[in-house]
């Protein structure tokens, strides 16, 4: 039994160290109303399941591509931030109904692009583990996940910050993006 929490606490500790800069993201994203509740959280889960399934398969994948290429990453927050600004400047000239929402994908994409340091943490904590306790790991990041979410949402409703994310989000969010996606490009 000891055992076990001491695996759900490594794995809640492991999630919060990896996972502390997504909640600017979802907080981005949350206060952001071309994207929904719904797709913000199910890109959340997207992102952190196929973080650990990279992970899973990181050892072997390590062994064979460059860790050097993985920069090109930082390519896809940069896009999606320079389409945002570019719809931002484009705005005036459409009415808003003509405004896609914000579909789960483009959440995921993002935050996987962000997720190098999960990567980095999970590929050697996994390849320790058996598949029972693998488990359990997938269980607590589930829930986390959940809290995470929960967390992100509860910040753009809070008076002051939703005031900040109200006035200034529709702009940062684009902004965010790119300087996420330069940092990413060059923190490899």
Not at 32 to 44: A, R, W
Not at 88 to 106: A, M, Q, V, Y
Not at 169 to 175: E, F, I, S, T
Request: proline fraction near 3%; hydrophobic fraction near 55%; aromatic fraction near 18%.
């Amino acid at each position: 039994m000891e055992d076990i929490i001491a695996h759900i606490g490594l794995a809640v500790i492991a999630f919060a160290l990896t996972n502390i800069d997504d909640l600017l993201i979802l907080s981005f994203y949350f206060a952001n109303s071309s994207f929904d509740k719904k797709s913000v959280i199910i890109g959340q889960y997207i992102r952190i399941f196929s973080l650990m399934l990279i992970s899973l398969s990181g050892f072997v994948i390590g062994k064979f591509v460059d860790p050097n290429w993985l920069r090109f990453l930082g390519f896809i927050p940069f896009f999606l931030g320079v389409k945002q600004l570019i719809a931002l400047f484009k705005k005036e000239s459409r009415n808003e109904s003509d405004i896609k929402p914000g579909n789960f994908w483009s959440v995921a994409l993002i935050t996987i692009a962000n997720g190098g340091d999960n990567i980095g943490v999970y590929t050697p904590l996994f390849a320790k583990l058996t598949m029972d306790v693998l488990f359990i790991y997938l269980l607590v990041f589930a829930l986390m996940i959940g809290l995470w979410c929960s967390f992100a949402f509860y910040l753009v409703r809070h008076p002051i910050m939703r005031n900040m994310f109200t006035k200034y989000g529709h702009v940062a969010l684009p902004v965010f993006l790119i300087v996420l996606g330069i940092w990413i490009f060059l923190d490899f």
